[in-house]
């Protein structure tokens, strides 16, 4: 069984925390973009001061390597338009390091695609309509779609996806696009793109957004929904639970986040500053971290409904979702419909 985000097993998850090890880390290199995504988590995008230098994120790159990291995972602002990508792709692949990249498709031309097919990047492109109005209004930029939909050309244009060069559309569930998903999940999967859907984590915008908001029993019959595609259609087998759509987050036992002025976090969703990389060493603040070692001892510490599931033994639904909602990132997920004291967001 391979979890969080497709590519460890559960052994080599089971290996990495016996030996406090990561497997992946997640980085901003800048928190500027162009879009004003109506559920990001990233809430001020236009003047990031005190951001890390190119030397900064190297060493810090270097360091999730020491711990063990395979792959690292690059967020935002916006990836694309960061001025130095090309520098930073090439030193982490000098490195032989993974590298996924989460984008608006914003930079993505002829140039800049066949950079990404040349270092073997792997690719979450983000669209989360194929309506064209719908898809601008959740950017909060029009013209949206079309970037969108461009870059999705320009990368297929450049060989995506094939065996090699693995390419995911990253999309949030919410009430204006949640009719369409089981159609778009179909159309992915026919043109071999992994669909990465996903439960919005009621942070920052989504808070101040709540026409976005999903209940728990709309969510439970998508998941059902697409887990029968899925079986039905493309004779893949998973068991629906949030709040990944047919995979499993188990991130905090692996992997961390550190943010474009190098705070390091749990994840984008549990914004718990544990130190920063220009004070500490990056394996220093996560050995020493309560949050950390909380988080990797979860069936112990977990509380409530969480406690209690039946999927205790290999889920611990969205640590986001229980810190933005509750205060407590070990409370039970509130947003997760095995949750019976789950209250609609």
Same mark, same amino acid.
């Given at each position: ?187 992915? /999967?026919?043109?071999? *793109?992994?669909?990465?859907? $996903? +439960? #919005?984590?009621?942070?920052? !915008?989504?808070? &101040? ?71 500490? /060493?990056?394996?220093? *603040?996560?050995?020493?971290? $309560? +949050? #950390?070692?909380?988080?990797? !001892?979860?069936? &112990? ?45």
């Amino acid at each position: 069984m391979q979890l969080y985000n497709l590519e460890f097993t559960e052994q080599e998850i089971k290996q990495a925390v016996a030996a406090d090890r990561l497997l992946s880390m997640e980085i901003e290199f800048s928190r500027i973009c162009n879009f004003r995504c109506s559920y990001c988590y990233v809430e001020e995008k236009t003047r990031c001061t005190d951001e890390l230098s190119r030397a900064e994120i190297k060493d810090t790159i270097l360091q999730a390597k020491e711990l063990g990291a395979r792959k690292i995972i690059i967020l935002g602002g916006e990836p694309s338009i960061y001025p130095h990508l090309e520098e930073m792709l090439d030193f982490i692949d000098k490195e032989r390091l993974e590298i996924e990249m989460f984008t608006n498709g914003t930079g993505i031309d002829r140039q800049l695609a066949v950079l990404l097919a040349k270092y073997r990047i792997r690719v979450a492109l983000k669209l989360n309509s194929r309506n064209k109005e719908i898809q601008d209004r959740l950017a909060g930029k029009k013209g949206a779609y079309e970037i969108m939909t461009r870059a999705l050309a320009t990368l297929q244009e450049a060989g995506y996806p094939s065996r090699e060069l693995f390419l995911a559309i990253s999309t949030v569930i919410c009430r204006q696009n949640i009719d369409e998903l089981p159609a778009m999940w179909q159309w992915l /999967r026919r043109q071999n *793109i992994e669909p990465y859907f $996903e +439960v #919005i984590t009621p942070q920052a !915008n989504a808070l &101040e957004n709540s026409w976005l908001m999903v209940d728990g029993g709309v969510l439970k019959a998508l998941f059902e929904r697409l887990a029968a595609i899925d079986r039905d259609e493309f004779g893949r087998h998973w068991e629906p639970q949030p709040p990944l759509v047919g995979n499993k987050c188990m991130r905090h036992q692996v992997s961390c986040l550190v943010t474009a002025t190098g705070e390091v976090m749990p994840c984008v969703g549990v914004t718990i500053p544990l130190d920063t990389i220009r004070r500490n /060493r990056l394996a220093d *603040i996560l050995k020493n971290s $309560e +949050v #950390i070692n909380n988080l990797k !001892n979860y069936r &112990e510490m977990i509380k409530g409904e969480c406690r209690a599931c039946e999927k205790a033994a290999e889920c611990y639904g969205c640590r986001g979702a229980a810190y933005q909602l509750t205060g407590d990132y070990l409370a039970a997920d509130p947003t997760c419909w095995r949750n019976r004291t789950q209250s609609d967001p």
